[in-house]
């Protein structure tokens, strides 16, 4: 009986999905491609109006993807021309075909929002249901659930209540009239959820084909809340959750999924996925690669020594190890930075293969055979190179040029004369020394410099033990100073110097970070002038100008009635012949502009000087012109572009206010529209090389009310952004 009543569900649902695919609806089909290939669709807003054509359209954006027919205008032409409202097979599809795209909507312009926004509205109007069936209705399911269901963050929301339960996913998807609905994106998200928790319980240091599915980009990038994705997380977990080793397993994956975060802090790659995880975590996975770099750098000694059959070396490799890896095993190697000439990447590489993850700097000239490491250990600080180099000790870091990851070339100047006299500069009269690495007498240096200072090392851990017997009885122990050496606060002057000044390599860096530009000449705007306004009657004030011989008084020009947002209306036309509404709109937003009283005031008090175009674009007419013409004659110089607009005192009150507070990707798709106003998300998403989706969740996200978009599609900031970026950027410069 249960089997039977199982092949009865299964003809309905079939019977339900074939309805409708008649004839007539197959060359409707037909005709649908036929446009969409030959781009001929003017008939097409009259074809919408039958139920028949919006069946078949949504059937062809849910079933095939080639059809290039699915964007924002077409779907918001379709809803208009539907009324009162969507049948219900259509309606049903638009919703397969957001379960299956889901965030993928998002490279089509922000077409997922807008198809979110557009289903709840749909549910809201279907009529209650006068027939009780044995199987949940998906339409009755979102119509009560939708709201959490459809949003960006529902199939988080959605994971978290089946884990809750303890239930499958699966069985939840049928139970909630969705089966069949999580074969595409929204269900790869889902299932990605429950990867995360399996991360969370996963023994430290183990390995599971949950980590290989993470490291799929489709699962990877896949939205979790706000513009944190999956990947994100699942590095929290892992980092937050190993100690001061993640063991070779979880390192490999953290480094395949993220890459090296010893990178600069402007590389796409650190934006995108290190910054949003907080300095804390970055600073300890740096910690766990100094072992990596110690590794590299000693390959590159051996090999070295190895290829050029220089015995001498390959006899002193093993005490270099023991003394490196001793300090890593002492716990005392808090940072490392690995510097690689060209030939010795090549030795690395040959070697190592794929193997190698992490990230190094690179070396030019004498230094191109060699391999350097720089080994911060807290108390005291080494540079350590492969050959032909002296082994340095310093009592503090010797400035930034070695620890910042915006720099990643460095000369043999570089290193034995700019570092050095860097930290002369920081730290006057604090001791520093440098020492060949003769056999057996190199260790010993080191160790009495340290002692000599107050810093006391346990020498036998980083001597073999035939070497610490000929440490005692050639030297002995170096007695450690009872008194320490106190490390004063870098001098103040020379460290402001340091930092401001930018070196050849960061200004390369800083070149190359800086977001390119389709419109190369952007004028600079002109500095406005805090002092002078306009009154609500259209005069000119200026508490600027004082009388006096030197500065006569400005002789006060009586204007017509004015408004302020009138005159900040003409204002804007005057700069901005031929804009659209909205953007004018904006433009007086912050006067107490709003789309009736802007559209009444062009349309009544403002008619005779203002028009429209063929377009339906506006511009002053030509009173319009003469008007403004006189305004400018009236007033003092420099003025017109306080005037432009007064709510400019404003904006700089609360200048940079949300700017500041953008997380650094959406503070890149801002800058990038601040640099190209008009551009398409695809155009942002090539030069920040991510994602359209990625650009149009930041849009949509933390950008919402911070940009916005024309009617052609393309982006650009409000005129309160603009504002608030340039103060943002110039109060950067001066810190």
């Known amino acids: 009986m ?55 359209l949504t059937s062809l954006w849910l079933n095939d993807e080639v059809v290039e027919l699915l964007n924002a205008r077409l ?10 409202r969507l049948t219900r097979m259509t309606l049903q599809q638009l919703v397969q075909l957001y379960f299956r795209r889901f965030d993928r909507l998002d490279e089509k312009e922000g077409l997922r929002e807008l198809l979110e926004r557009s289903l709840l509205q749909q549910l809201d109007l279907i009529p209650p249901s006068k027939i009780q069936t044995s199987r949940a209705d998906p339409l009755v399911t979102l119509k009560r659930e939708g709201h959490w269901l459809l949003s960006l963050d529902g199939p988080r929301h959605l994971a978290e209540r089946v884990r809750q339960g303890g239930r499958e996913l699966g069985e939840t998807f049928i139970e909630l009239g969705l089966h069949g609905f999580d074969d595409g994106r929204y269900g790869d998200i889902c299932r990605a959820h429950f990867y995360l928790e399996t991360l969370r319980h996963l023994p430290l240091g183990d390995s599971d084909p949950v980590l290989d599915e993470l490291l799929k980009p489709s699962v990877a990038k896949a939205p979790f809340e706000g513009a944190r994705r999956i990947g994100h997380v699942a590095l929290e977990i892992l980092i937050d959750r190993a100690g001061q080793e993640a063991g070779e397993v979880w390192q490999n994956f953290i480094l395949n999924l993220a890459g090296d975060p010893r990178i600069s802090s402007s590389a796409v790659n650190f934006r995108e996925w290190w910054q949003p995880l907080g300095e804390e975590r970055i600073q300890k996975v740096r910690g766990w690669l100094s072992k990596e770099d110690l590794r590299l750098f000693l390959q590159a000694v051996e090999q070295y020594g190895l290829e050029t059959a220089n015995m001498e070396m390959q006899r002193m490799f093993p005490a270099r190890k023991r003394f490196l890896e001793g300090l890593f095993k002492l716990k005392l190697i808090r940072n490392t930075r690995l510097l690689l000439g060209g030939k010795a990447q090549q030795s690395v590489k040959r070697i190592l293969g794929k193997d190698v993850k992490t990230s190094f700097a690179r070396m030019d000239g004498p230094m191109n055979d060699k391999a350097v490491i720089y080994l911060d250990c807290g108390d005291f600080h080494l540079v350590e190179g492969s050959h032909s180099f002296k082994i340095w000790v310093y009592l503090a870091a010797p400035g930034e040029t070695l620890r910042t990851y915006e720099r990643n070339t460095f000369s043999h100047q570089d290193l034995t004369t700019t570092v050095p006299g860097t930290y002369k500069k920081l730290y006057p009269g604090l001791p520093y020394d440098a020492f060949v690495h003769t056999p057996h007498a190199w260790q010993n240096k080191v160790f009495t410099f340290l002692a000599e200072n107050g810093i006391a090392l346990d020498v036998e851990q980083l001597l073999s033990a035939e070497d610490y017997r000929l440490q005692l009885r050639k030297f002995g122990i170096p007695a450690v100073s009872a008194k320490r050496t106190v490390v004063p606060a870098p001098a103040k002057e020379w460290a402001k110097a340091v930092a401001r000044a930018p070196t050849a390599a960061q200004q390369g860096t800083e070149h190359a970070a800086a977001l390119p530009s389709r419109n190369a000449d952007v004028p600079t705007p002109p500095r406005r002038s805090a ?25 006060r020009t009586k204007l017509p009635p004015f408004s302020s947002l009138q005159l900040a209306a003409l204002r804007y036309l005057e700069t901005h012949p031929r804009c659209g509404f909205y953007a004018l709109l904006e433009a007086v937003s912050n006067q107490g502009g709003n789309v009736l009283n802007v559209k009444t005031m062009l349309e009544s008090s403002l008619s005779q000087y203002v028009q429209q175009d063929e377009e339906g674009k506006w511009l002053l007419s030509t009173h319009g012109e003469q008007l403004v013409a006189e305004l400018v004659r009236s007033e003092p110089p420099d003025a017109s572009q306080s005037v432009s607009s007064a709510a400019n005192a404003n904006a700089s009150a609360n200048a940079g206010s949300r700017v500041a507070r953008l997380e650094p990707f959406a503070l890149a798709v801002l800058r990038y529209f601040a640099a190209n106003p008009g551009d398409k998300v695809r155009y942002a998403a090539n030069v920040l090389e991510v994602d359209a989706r990625l650009v149009n969740q930041a849009l949509y996200g933390p950008l919402k009310g911070i940009c916005t978009q024309d009617d052609k599609y393309g982006w650009q900031l409000t005129g309160v952004a603009q504002r608030e970026l340039e103060a943002f950027e110039a109060e950067g410069r001066e810190q």
């Open 531 to 555: 002092d002078v306004s306009v009154a609500a009657n259209g005069a000119v004030s200026s508490s600027a100008v004082a009388s006096g011989r030197d500065n006569p008084v400005l002789q």
């Open 75 to 84: 779907l918001t032409t379709l809803l208009r021309a539907q009324q009162p």
């Open 2 to 56: 249960l089997e039977r009543w199982i092949v009865l569900t299964k003809k309905a649902a079939t019977m339900e999905t074939e309805a409708g695919n008649n004839d007539a609806f197959e060359r409707m089909c037909a005709e649908l491609r036929r446009m969409a290939f030959t781009l001929r669709c003017d008939v097409l807003p009259e074809l919408l109006k039958r139920r028949i054509t919006a069946r078949a």
